[in-house]
């Protein structure tokens, strides 16, 4: 958002050779935009819109943080900024970490639990900004987002082990709704969870729900294989 950002120079044409990092994060959104039909952009306001890569870059971000805290020798953190996180260790006790999914209908109270060991977990919701996460311009016209409304998707969560990928997954399953379940379930490591506007719960078998917060709703199934990507940190 700043003027004088890498990443706003970049777009203006006025860095011929980016930074290495930024050439990562370039080559990573424009997976994830192939992978989910155009539903995740870097450019979300249209082909001319100006460059906004802040879908990838703040569990990407967060990453890094965790990195380095795993290099200095830390084994037990949950490092977090907005509600997305990644964990280490658990507390001293072993037991894992637990995280709430917010009720749409109250969001002071939880609709679900989460427990996490070791991973990432990121959630995008409507329920505190509203349709802040839009379908792009561009996507795909199979690409078919899921309704609002009653109907629709309240929020999306994920767990897998890097933030950068939960997070990105997660905003693209906001999208498709239940149907992000599936597309999530396509890469290994990976797996998801959507609450409907309703109330309606729906996860993953693999999505680590803590014991007392089964969902209401079905779950996920098998999945067909969906392509992978694991980049370089």
Known sequence: YR???????FDRGEVPDPSAELRHVL??????????????????????????LAGYVKGWAIDQAADQLIAAGIERFALGIGGDWRILGGHQ???????????????????????????????????????????????????????????????????????????????????????????VAGFAGYAGAVVLADGAMYAADEFPLAADSAPRGAGAGDFPPQPSFTPSR
């Open 27 to 52: 080559a990573a959104c424009e997976w994830l935009e192939t992978a989910s039909g155009g539903m995740f952009s870097s450019r979300p306001a249209g082909p001319a819109g100006p460059l906004d």
């Open 93 to 183: 006790d072993d037991r894992p970490w637990r995280f709430a999914i917010l009720d749409p209908a109250d969001p002071a109270s939880p609709r679900a639990l989460v427990e996490v060991v070791e991973g990432a977990l990121a959630t995008s919701g409507r329920y505190e900004r509203g349709d802040h996460v839009l379908v792009p311009p561009g996507a795909a016209t199979g690409a078919a987002a899921a309704p609002t409304g009653a109907a629709g998707a309240a929020s999306f969560s994920v767990v897998g082990q890097r933030l950068a990928w939960a997070d990105a997954f997660a905003t693209v399953g906001l999208l498709k709704g239940t149907g992000g379940i599936e597309w």
């Open 3 to 9: 003027s004088d950002s890498e990443v706003c120079r």
